[in-house]
């Protein structure tokens, strides 16, 4: 593959140490009977490092350039998936024992990806993989910083999220412009139970909808002005705070008045 030419609009952005593609793995905690995805295996640089510790795993790349090369090199010791990760059907994918994420995602479709994999916690034991360093920290955000928004609340409502450490440009080919971490996530045994999660997520995502304006004004977009006195009367949340200082158990309240408002 001496002539492969790396697709920017891919994220193609290859690993050259082998020191952190063994530290990736070793953080995955992998037993050989486990089922594993990889996304992008791009040349094979992880994939290599999870055959040779007994994985089979099932890979999706979206670039047919790469395919003979992974045929040739890998033949049946992978499940090659042909697709764009994100549209393929994950059903079809996901056995009935849980399954590990291990990448060095392509970063322009880092927040969709993670999304999703929430979407799907339940059918995941690990996930560790190499994004962006600011991204990482968005994940890993602490209330009441710059960072802190609908991918903190939503990653740690689903996840125990780590980051592992940082990674600098020069360990990949062609370098990326900026730093990149490794996280894991590993589903929480005490994930809050709501009857209506997608309900939830959207007062998250209209309380977050202007960041500098009062809970009060962003929710007019849900619910009537009428029922926003209602609430703040009630003394749950006040809604003069914006979203950005609410605790994930501040949001649950928040979300339970406004569904007894109903
Ligand atoms: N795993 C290799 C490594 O560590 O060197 C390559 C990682 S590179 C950052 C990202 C890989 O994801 C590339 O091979 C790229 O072609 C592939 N890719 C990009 N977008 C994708 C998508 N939507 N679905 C599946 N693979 C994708």
Redesign the pocket.
């Given at each position: 593959m001496a002539d492969f030419h790396h697709?920017k609009s891919?994220?193609?952005?290859?690993?050259k140490d082998k020191n952190i593609i063994r530290k990736i793995v070793d953080l995955a905690e992998i037993k050989s009977h486990e089922s594993v995805w990889e996304?992008?295996?791009?040349?094979g640089?992880?994939t290599e490092e999870l055959v040779k510790r007994g994985i089979k795993p099932t890979c999706?790349?979206?670039?047919n350039t790469?395919y003979d090369h992974l045929e040739y090199y890998f033949r049946n010791s992978i499940n090659l998936v042909k697709q764009?990760?994100?549209k393929a059907d994950w059903e079809k994918y996901l056995p009935a024992d849980k399954v590990k994420i291990v990448?060095?995602?392509?970063y322009q479709?880092t927040s969709p990806f993670l999304f999703e994999v929430s979407r799907f916690a339940d059918h995941f034991s690990k996930v560790v993989v190499m994004i962006q360093k600011e991204v990482a920290q968005r994940i890993n955000a602490k209330l009441g910083t710059k960072d802190y928004g609908i991918l903190t609340l939503k990653m740690q409502f689903y996840f125990d999220v780590k980051y592992e450490f940082t990674v600098k440009p020069h360990v990949f080919n062609p370098p990326p412009k900026v730093d990149s971490a490794v996280i894991s996530l590993v589903p929480r045994i005490d994930k809050p139970e709501i009857d209506n999660e997608k309900y939830f997520w959207k007062i998250v995502e209209t309380a977050f909808r202007n960041r500098r304006k009062m809970l009060r004004r962003n929710l007019r977009e849900l619910i009537s002005v009428e029922q926003i006195e209602k609430l703040q009367d009630s003394g749950v949340i006040d809604l003069t705070r914006r979203g950005e200082t609410l605790t994930e158990s501040e949001f649950l309240q928040l979300y339970k008045s406004i569904r007894n408002l109903k």
């Open positions: 697709k891919l994220g193609q952005h290859f690993l996304v992008g295996p791009g040349k640089i992880l999706f790349e979206i670039d790469l764009d990760v994100l990448a060095n995602l392509p479709i």
